[in-house]
């Protein structure tokens, strides 16, 4: 009895059986592929660490943490640098126009304080137009001034139509309030990675760069004199091949407007890179301006 009776039961079973070890196995497949898909995914982040200023991920190793980073050890014409003893030249001075903007989006990537900027806003240098993409800021600065550090640096980015990359650096020191930075600091996001669009707001990258604390209509307006010379992304990669136009009359803010930024964003410098073939040019035509 038990086998006869047992026997349309065990069939039964065992298909069943095998349906649900298929269906696991199924599954198993199907996770594995889920599961391989996302560790391709998350692979890349986990794999390198992120580079930063701390001693284990900061300038002295920013090569070690990825291979595209190699320039930042190899590279012979790297920035910041310090600016001494310059060659005086006569170079024509830098037409640009950069307009007042009424709102912003404005970014703690976790590196720096950075403003987009809309179109429309360029420099002239050598013939070649950039617009200008972006202004950010390090504490202390980048560039020092025969071996002196400031207590800020300001790099508005610009790009030209083929891609080249022309930085001005501004140099601030501690001074007076500027009103100019007002909007911006207004509005610094404190969270790494936080972003914030702020509408009815006045930036003027005008107005930040001007030495006088005033600005006028007139169009192209002309960069105050400034050092020049060729170099490289101050973060990586550390790409080179872009042109720097370090104004050589630094620009003051209050204590009080150095301290909230360095409240969020803490020593995000790069130290200086040796100078090797480079050519470092001033010019002092810009003077007039
Ligand atoms: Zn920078």
């Not at 065990?10 to 199907?30: D, E, F, G, K, P």
């Not at 300001?154 to 001005?168: P, T, W």
Request: glycine share 6%.
């Amino acid at each position: 009895m038990n086998n006869f009776a047992k026997s349309p039961n065990y069939l039964v079973r065992n298909t069943r059986t095998q349906i649900v070890n298929a269906s696991i196995l199924m599954m198993c497949i199907l996770m594995c592929m889920i599961g391989c898909t996302k560790t391709r995914g998350v692979m890349p982040h986990t794999e390198k660490m992120e580079w930063g200023y701390e001693a284990e991920n900061g300038p002295d190793v920013w090569a070690q943490l990825s291979r595209e980073y190699v320039l930042c050890a190899e590279g012979k014409h790297q920035s910041p640098i310090d600016l001494v003893n310059p060659t005086p030249a006569k170079l024509p001075a830098i037409p640009y126009e950069y307009y007042s903007t009424t709102s912003m989006n404005i970014r703690n990537n976790g590196h720096t304080i950075e403003v987009a900027y809309p179109e429309g806003n360029w420099i002239e240098v050598d013939g070649t137009r950039f617009q200008l993409l972006q202004f950010h800021f390090h504490a202390p600065s980048e560039h020092t001034v025969a071996g002196k550090p400031f207590d800020m640096e300001m790099h508005l980015v610009h790009k030209s139509e083929d891609g080249n990359l022309a930085v001005v650096g501004l140099l601030i020191e501690k001074g007076s309030h500027n009103v100019a930075f007002d909007p911006v600091w207004a509005h610094l996001p404190t969270a790494p990675g936080e972003m914030q669009h702020v509408e009815n707001v006045t930036v003027d990258a005008r107005l930040m760069l001007s030495l006088n604390g005033q600005v006028t209509d007139e169009a192209p307006q002309y960069l105050p004199s400034c050092y020049r010379y060729d170099g490289s992304l101050t973060t990586p990669p550390c790409s080179e091949g872009v042109k720097w136009l370090v104004l050589t009359t630094p620009t003051e803010i209050s204590e009080a407007q150095i301290s909230a930024f360095k409240a969020i964003i803490h020593d995000n410098s790069r130290p200086v890179q040796p100078l090797n073939e480079r050519k470092l040019l001033v010019d002092s035509t810009g003077d007039e301006q």
